[in-house]
Structure formats: C-alpha cells, structure tokens
C-alpha cells in the first residue's frame, strides 16, 4: 500500500503554473529519488508534499488521507519529516536546542540521533551558526528525524558539500534505509550515490512527470535526455 501518493498535480505561483501533471507513488519502506534539471519542479513538489504550497489540481494522499486541506504544521504532524534546501538551522540555538525543539515522542531521541551523526554529540553546546556546512547539514538531518517522521524528505541534502561530507551523509542515508525501514524521498542530482540507496525514480521536466521506474531500470538514454546538462 502506497504511503505517499501524488496524482495529476498541479500548481501555481500566483498566475504562474509551476506544476501540470505530477505523479508520486512511495511505499513503506522505499527510497524514491526525485530528480530533474535545475527548475523543473523538484522543490516545489516538495512544498506541495509538505502543504507549504496549495495545489489546485490532482491529489495528494498520505497513509491514505487526502492531506489538500492540511496546513503544513498537521503534515508534520502526520509524520512528514523535511530537510529543507539550504539546511536552514536556528542559528542562535544550541546543536541540542535545534534538536529538541522538534522532538515527537517515539524512538528518535538525542542518543539515536547521535549514533547516527556523533559530531552533533561532540558539538552540542555550540550555538549552530558555528558549524561548519557539513555539520550544519548534519544537524538539518538530525532535526528531521526528531520528529519521529514517517516518511523523511531530503532537498539537495549534499549539495555544495566537500565530497568527503558528502559521503558521510549518504552512507548516513544508507543505514536509516537498511536500520530503520524509513521511507525517504530525496531530491538529487548523483546518480552515483542514489545507486547505492534509491530503489526507484520520477524524473520532472518543466513541471511534469516524464518517467518513473525501478532505479536499475534508468538507461542512458533516458539520464541524457532528462538529466543532461
């Protein structure tokens, strides 16, 4: 049974359509890589998914409810955990602080989350505006996962990291998917390291969903037409 589904959405920024025919099918469990070109409309199906956006047309169903009339804050309490692009940590807060100020009762706690990324242990008095990116991605991550989320969604999670960080995050994402049995959507553009987690896709152009399938199953053709500078 599927967890999250979208169905023929589409969107608007005021006048302007962001959105036309998108679809979205992720179960217990998976991983789903959404991915696209810069502009196609990866981060505003994630708003849509996490009602910061309203869509107009189409469905979008959660553990089977119909989230349209939701405000973004019964999403989260649904159990939609984001980590949002560009990390957007409490910058005055406490590593600790910005963990417990999302914290739901279930079992991410401060000593999961800390097994996961220990640095944010060793770091936890420090006010968050003194991490470095990485950190700072790391404490994002942690963040999310305070909400005890059902599904946890990950926007450019890696993006504009040094590499050796970047692979700290994805093989953070790789336990959650074998340790856990979290779903999780991410939007990415390496197609390297989403082999490793991703057991299928969607890709977007201009708005739409042009292909989805098994992640083994995207060609070459399919990765330079769609994802092709």
């Known amino acids: 049974m599927s967890l999250l589904k979208l169905t023929h959405i589409s969107a608007f920024y005021g006048a ?3 959105l036309f025919d998108v679809h979205l099918d992720l179960e217990e469990g998976q991983v789903l890589a959404l991915m696209g070109r810069n502009g196609m409309g990866k981060s505003t199906t994630v708003k849509v998914i996490c009602r910061l956006l309203a869509h107009r047309g189409g469905t979008v169903t959660f553990d089977g409810r119909d989230m349209g009339s939701l405000p973004a804050f019964m999403a ?3 159990g939609i955990g984001l980590v949002p692009e560009g990390r957007r ?3 005055n807060l406490t590593v600790q602080e910005n963990l417990i100020v999302a914290a739901r009762p279930g079992s991410w706690d401060l000593d999961a989350v800390h097994r996961v990324f220990p640095r944010l242990g060793e770091r936890s008095e420090q006010v968050a505006s003194s991490l470095s990116g990485g950190e700072q991605q790391m404490l994002a991550i942690g963040r999310a996962l305070m909400t005890n989320p059902r599904l946890l969604i990950l926007d450019e999670a890696t993006e504009g990291l040094a590499p050796v960080v970047r692979q700290e995050i994805w093989a953070a994402i790789g336990r959650l998917k074998a340790e ?3 779903a999780i959507l991410v939007v990415d553009k ?3 390291e989403l082999a490793t987690v ?5 890709i977007l152009e201009k708005g739409r969903s042009v292909w989805a399938g098994g992640f083994g199953e995207l060609t070459a053709d399919v990765t330079d037409q769609y994802l092709g500078v």
């Open 76 to 78: 989260a309490r649904a």
């Open 198 to 202: 991703a057991d299928k896709a969607v």
């Open 180 to 182: 856990t049995g979290l």
């Open 16 to 18: 302007s359509q962001a």
């Open 190 to 192: 390496s197609l390297r």
């Open 89 to 91: 940590c409490f910058a």
